[in-house]
């Protein structure tokens, strides 16, 4: 099958290579859309302790199940998307229904062959069947959305809490979608490129502000009555956005912080100890909160416009890693199509 493999820092070469095959419990989905990842790009620079090449990147994809193994329950055939993070099942994490902190938890595109693919293999338990008025595109977006549940249930804010949401990449898109469909009606978001702010405005963001030309602190200061925001989600994971999103919260907000861009940053603790600054990581979802990204697609919740996606053969990928790490411009998510 092609496969486009990881070759090293910004090289990704479209090889033929053995397809997978079933083990037991697994089944093997042709891929129809295989997203790329915010999380990747720092992977494609070279900068990742979890990609190593050689590796097929790609853990959100669409598809249709072609081949099962033995002791698998589902038959080939159906409409899928599938939760890439693949836990052990019995530790207490896993049993508290908190899988994504299983210290055995492998991820697809990560440290098992990913969908950058034609093929992907995938344990059955972790696909999830798509209604059929669901397209292959949209549902391609379920695990950044899955993200976005994971971090707004986190913070479980009350509809007049105030939201400030730094970066409006994907994960920062649909964390701003998925706080609105919660009810949080005030959410601030800050990014420094037009294109994707003006998204945010159509999905509706109370403001949409560039710190190169607004005064983000003081916009924030005068919607809250000079407090601050109630919560924070750094959607970036920079020092200067990291620093940023601890300055725009109250005392006793909540920061989280997702992006992993820069291993260690420098915060402000003394102001954070005499703020009661709450910051929490937020990594990955639940499987629950995955199956419920898939219905609140399916419900047309959540989502992107088409003409804000990019849809690109699989032989394209290594252009587009690069062209998302330079100049995203308008574009807030990339579809690679291996056929
Ligand atoms: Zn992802
Ligand atoms: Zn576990």
Same mark, same amino acid.
């Given at each position: 099958?092609?496969?486009?493999?990881?070759?090293?820092?910004?090289?990704?070469?479209?090889?033929? &290579?053995?397809?997978?095959?079933?083990?037991?419990?697994? &089944?093997?989905?042709?891929?129809?859309?295989?997203?790329?990842?915010?999380?990747?790009?720092?992977?494609?620079?070279?900068?990742?302790?979890?990609?190593?090449?050689?590796?097929?990147?790609?853990?959100?994809?669409?598809?249709?199940?072609?081949?099962?193994?033995?002791?698998?329950?589902?038959?080939?055939?159906?409409?899928?998307?599938?939760?890439?993070?693949?836990?052990?099942?019995?530790?207490?994490?896993?049993?508290?229904?908190?899988?994504?902190?299983?210290?055995?938890?492998?991820?697809?595109?990560?440290?098992?062959?990913?969908?950058?693919?034609?093929?992907?293999?995938?344990?059955?338990?972790?696909?999830?069947?798509?209604?059929?008025?669901?397209?292959?595109?949209?549902?391609?977006?379920?695990?950044?959305?899955?993200?976005?549940?994971?971090?707004?249930?986190?913070?479980?804010?009350?509809?007049?809490?105030?939201?400030?949401?730094?970066?409006?990449?994907?994960?920062?898109?649909?964390?701003?979608?998925?706080?609105?469909?919660?009810?949080?009606?005030?959410?601030?978001?800050?990014?420094?490129?037009?294109?994707?702010?003006?998204?945010?405005?159509?999905?509706?963001?109370?403001?949409?502000?560039?710190?190169?030309?607004?005064?983000?602190?003081?916009?924030?200061?005068?919607?809250?009555?000079?407090?601050?925001?109630?919560?924070?989600?750094?959607?970036?994971?920079?020092?200067?956005?990291?620093?940023?999103?601890?300055?725009?919260?109250?005392?006793?907000?909540?920061?989280?912080?997702?992006?992993?861009?820069?291993?260690?940053?420098?915060?402000?603790?003394?102001?954070?100890?005499?703020?009661?600054?709450?910051?929490?990581?937020?990594?990955?979802?639940?499987?629950?909160?995955?199956?419920?990204?898939?219905?609140?697609?399916?419900?047309?919740?959540?989502?992107?416009?088409?003409?804000?996606?990019?849809?690109?053969?699989?032989?394209?990928?290594?252009?587009?890693?690069?062209?998302?790490?330079?100049?995203?411009?308008?574009?807030?998510?990339?579809?690679?199509?291996?056929?």
């Amino acid at each position: 099958m092609k496969a486009l493999i990881y070759e090293g820092p910004r090289t990704m070469t479209l090889r033929e &290579v053995a397809p997978p095959h079933p083990d037991p419990g697994e &089944v093997v989905v042709e891929v129809a859309y295989s997203g790329i990842c915010g999380s990747e790009l720092s992977g494609f620079m070279g900068q990742s302790s979890i990609r190593k090449p050689p590796l097929i990147f790609g853990h959100e994809f669409s598809g249709r199940i072609v081949d099962t193994g033995p002791g698998t329950t589902l038959a080939k055939g159906p409409r899928v998307t599938a939760n890439p993070l693949i836990s052990c099942g019995h530790c207490t994490f896993c049993r508290a229904g908190e899988e994504q902190l299983c210290a055995n938890r492998r991820l697809l595109g990560a440290t098992r062959a990913g969908s950058n693919a034609v093929y992907v293999a995938v344990p059955e338990d972790r696909v999830v069947l798509l209604p059929d008025a669901l397209s292959f595109e949209q549902a391609t977006l379920a695990e950044p959305i899955a993200y976005a549940v994971h971090v707004i249930e986190m913070l479980a804010l009350k509809s007049e809490e105030v939201l400030a949401v730094i970066g409006m990449g994907p994960i920062g898109l649909f964390v701003l979608q998925v706080a609105l469909h919660y009810g949080t009606t005030n959410v601030y978001v800050v990014d420094t490129n037009p294109e994707r702010l003006a998204i945010a405005q159509v999905l509706g963001a109370a403001a949409a502000l560039n710190p190169l030309h607004d005064n983000v602190a003081q916009v924030i200061a005068d919607a809250t009555g000079g407090l601050g925001a109630h919560a924070v989600v750094d959607a970036v994971g920079s020092t200067a956005t990291r620093q940023s999103a601890v300055s725009l919260a109250r005392s006793r907000g909540t920061v989280i912080f997702s992006g992993l861009h820069t291993a260690e940053t420098r915060l402000p603790v003394n102001d954070m100890v005499r703020n009661e600054i709450v910051t929490r990581g937020a990594f990955a979802y639940h499987d629950d909160q995955f199956r419920r990204s898939v219905d609140l697609i399916a419900q047309g919740a959540v989502g992107l416009e088409d003409h804000w996606i990019v849809k690109a053969p699989l032989s394209e990928g290594g252009h587009w890693y690069e062209q998302l790490i330079t100049n995203p411009g308008g574009i807030a998510k990339v579809l690679l199509a291996p056929r």
